[in-house]
Structure formats: structure tokens, C-alpha cells
């Protein structure tokens, strides 16, 4: 692990690692308070965020360690012209790891291409939010204490929601997973990603219309927001806008010890009453993203010390340009990459099938 740019990255074995040390450093914060003293983390965020950006900060100041960075695109170089890839190169000379937000699916590839530092994806356009996913699974593992055998509801913006992807494509590795989706009319989950998924061994899925039919039956319920920013006009994101609400009703249908998960920001798509339930997890989970970056900045930094080298992946080169108009290679001086899996071909920035 020198990077961490897709969930789907990690073993299972890492991604042990990375949630025991988390617990150790719940239960013993002051054993871990100097490990990252002389270390700079640069926060490069050209998309608004408040969680990720100041749980980022103060797991690294939690570590002993300095942040760089900035929070406005606008104020930065980007604003001049610069490309991400020089913007990298010039800020991996002035830090020693880097957590990147970008509107472009593939973005935090491109800056692992270009910087000599790890890379952190702290979210990819609507792509990928591995450290949102290894919150989660901390999360789960604390309060469920499994990652196997769950069946897990996903309501809401299906189509947009990046934390959703991350999440499906972490679950692949463990066993006997069944999601429920429970989509907004217009937010279903990508056709092309869905009939990849059917593939997959480990998982099997069922849609509802709504959650009062999923409730009984959850063990994670995943509420997500409608991504109004991903919409290109706002007639489009209020045609689609979510309506579900989960509300103290629906709360009485769940069992028992069903959780319910939130990346947050919230908008409306819990009423406020649920907060109180025990089973709402979402501030505890929001909490939790504190230590799993703890965890991960000090597993990244000491695999550069010592010169780990991530495999060789057999991606082939090419000038072409990806088709998704959000990818990154269509903005950046890259080639497109692509991979070819099921027999099938994609760009390795954006996981997009390549026609
Ligand atoms: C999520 C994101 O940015 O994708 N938020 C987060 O990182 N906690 C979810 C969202 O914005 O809806």
C-alpha cells in the first residue's frame, strides 16, 4: 500500500490493519501523539468538504504532525491555469504525504503519477472516497463487530453518490453481502457498474421501492444525500431530488441493533428526531473518520520508509482521451490507461467501460 486512491485497492488483510490500528488508537491516543512529529500533510481540497478536510487536519496534528494546503481552488494556482499534475509535483517537494479533493473522476490517480509522495483520495468527483469507505467499515466493525455476513440497505442518490460506489466495491471481498437499494426515482446505480457487480461472487442485491419495505429485514441502513453539485441544472436536481425521509415510524420497523450510516453533510434525508435512537450512527461514524486516517497517514508513511513499492499493474497506455466528460484525462496532460476486466475494457482513471 503506497497510495490510497480506490478502496477496491486494499486487501482484506490491510484493511484489518488499518481498523485495529484505528481501535488501538481510540483506546491509547497518547501512545500514537508524537508519531508523525517533522511530518507535513498537505490537504489539497478544490471541492468544499468540512468533514474530510478537518478530520484530515486534526488526525494529523493528533499525530504530532503540520498541515499545509488550502480549501478554495480559487486561491490556489489552479485559478492561473495550473494543471493538477504541476500543482502536485510542486507541493510533493513540500510535503511529506497529501490528501487531494477534485471535481474529476480519476484526479487523485493522476496526482499519484506525478507527485513522489503517497497520495490520498479524499474524493474523486462522483468516482471513489476510499478513507469515507474505510470510516464506514470502522464503523460497522465497531458496532457490529463484523464485515461479513450483513445485508446492507443504500437509499437515496445511487447514481452520484461516490461514497456508495467506494463502499460496493470494498464489500466485494467479504462474504455473503446483499445490499438493498433503495434509490431515488432517477438515482439508480449506473447500469454498466450494476451489470459488473452481478458478477461478483460475494455479493447479491434486491431492489425496493421503498424503505418501509427494506427496514426489518437491515443491518446497515446507508442514508445518502442527493449530490446536488454532480446535477447540470437545477431543474434536473429537483425533478430527481430525493423525497424519502427516514423518519422515528420507519426506525420502529428496524431491528434491534440495526445501524444506521450517514457520510454527512445531511440535508433532509433524515428528520432530526432519529438522532436520538441509539441506532443512529452516523456522528459516532463521523467521529470514527478521525482515527481511520490516523491509522492510514502512519501506515502510508511507513510504508515509504521503507521503499515499498506498489505492484506493477498491467495497465496499457494509449493517447486516446476517455469518453466520460468528467474524467480527469480529458483536462490533464495524461494518456488514457485502461484495463480490461470480465472481458470487458475500462479507463483505469474512472472505471468508465471503454466502447
Ligand atoms: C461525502 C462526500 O463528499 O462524498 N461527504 C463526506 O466526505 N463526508 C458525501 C456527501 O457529500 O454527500
Known sequence: MKHCINPTDFTTDEIKNLIMLAEDIIDNPQKYAESCKGKQLATLFFEPSTRTRLSFTSAMLALGGQ?????????SSVA???????TVRVVSSYSDIMAIRHPKEGAAL???MFGDVPIINAGDGSHSHPTQTLTDL????????????LTIGLCGDLKYGRTVYSLIGAMQKYQNIHFVLIPAKGLELSSEFFEDLKMSENLSFSSVDSLEDAMEYLDVLYMTRTQRERFTSATEYDECK??????????????????VLHPLPRVDEISPDVDSDPRA??????????????????TLLKTVEKKIQ??????????????????ITNSEPVSLLSYFSKQRCYCAY????IK
Open 67 to 75: 498541515v499545509i494546503g488550502f480549501d478554495d481552488a480559487q486561491s
Open 80 to 86: 492561473k491555469g495550473e494543471t493538477l499534475a504541476d
Open 110 to 112: 493522476v496526482a499519484s
Open 138 to 149: 470502522l464503523t460497522i466493525h465497531k458496532e457490529l463487530g463484523r464485515l461479513d455476513n
Open 242 to 259: 430525493s423525497k424519502v425521509i427516514l423518519s422515528t415510524e420507519q426506525m420502529k420497523l428496524a431491528k434491534e441493533n440495526m445501524i
Open 281 to 298: 450512527a452516523y456522528f459516532r461514524q463521523a467521529g470514527n473518520g478521525k482515527y481511520i486516517r490516523m491509522s492510514l497517514i502512519l
Open 310 to 327: 506498489a505492484p506493477n499493474v498491467p495497465y496499457k497506455a494509449s493517447s486516446q482521451k476517455c469518453l466520460n466528460g468528467v474524467c
Open 350 to 353: 474512472c472505471d468508465d467501460l
